[in-house]
């Protein structure tokens, strides 16, 4: 019997210990686990933190793009040497806006390397005007009129802006039928000036 009770008292003992190590691992593990919650919700926040800092570097992209303007479609090498004054003569032209003072720009340049293969499409020729209001005239004019011919080629201008802008207008353009459709059921638009 006092065998039996010596062994049952070691057992119990043991068991004692056993529990004992689990507690100090299970506190350890809830320390790890505090920790890490605590890293998570960290993350979380710079996570947040991040992404409106990208929102504000976007919007200060797009603010310092506002004067540029892209044109699509002017033939390679169509400017000759010098960009400006193709530009600053073909402009008033092709949009029929008289510019009051005269265009003026800040820089004007193809965007991307040179093509070799002229069966390619023509890289975008990006202009900086030094007038905010003569680039707000041209997109204006774009967004109204559309397209202009030069020479039998079509000419498209638009405002330059970030990737991230552009990806997110790219989005909307599913919607422009149906935009078209509500314009031509409330007489917002005529389909006759197509």
């Known amino acids: 019997m006092d065998f039996a009770m010596a062994s049952l008292t070691a057992e119990t003992k043991s068991i004692r210990m056993d529990i004992a190590s689990f507690q100090t691992r299970v506190l350890g593990l809830e320390q790890q686990v505090a920790t890490v919650e605590a890293q998570t919700a960290s993350f979380q926040d710079?996570?947040?933190e991040l992404l409106f800092l990208c929102s504000k570097m976007t919007d200060l992209e797009d603010r310092r793009r506002r004067d540029n303007?892209?044109?699509?479609?002017?033939?390679?090498?169509?400017?000759?040497?010098?960009?400006?004054?193709?530009?600053w003569e073909t402009l008033p032209?092709?949009?029929?806006?008289?510019?009051?003072?005269?265009?003026?720009?800040?820089?004007?340049?193809?965007?991307?390397?040179?093509?070799?293969?002229?069966?390619?499409?023509?890289r975008p020729i990006i202009a900086c005007l030094l007038h905010h209001t003569q680039a707000h005239?041209?997109?204006?004019?774009?967004?109204?009129?559309?397209?202009?011919?030069?020479?039998?080629?079509t000419i498209r201008m638009s405002a330059d802006f970030s990737k991230e802008t552009s990806?997110?207008?790219?989005?909307?353009?599913?919607?422009?039928?149906?935009?078209?459709?509500?314009?031509?059921?409330?007489g917002l638009f005529d389909p006759a000036q197509m």
């Open 167 to 186: 990806e997110r207008c790219r989005g909307f353009l599913s919607l422009r039928p149906r935009l078209r459709q509500m314009e031509v059921k409330y």
């Open 137 to 153: 005239q041209l997109i204006q004019r774009a967004h109204t009129q559309g397209p202009c011919q030069l020479d039998g080629h």
């Open 46 to 48: 710079r996570n947040q």
């Open 93 to 122: 032209k092709l949009s029929g806006i008289t510019f009051d003072p005269p265009l003026e720009f800040q820089r004007a340049h193809r965007l991307g390397p040179r093509r070799l293969d002229m069966d390619t499409r023509p």
């Open 69 to 87: 303007v892209r044109f699509l479609g002017f033939p390679e090498n169509i400017e000759g040497e010098d960009i400006h004054a193709f530009l």
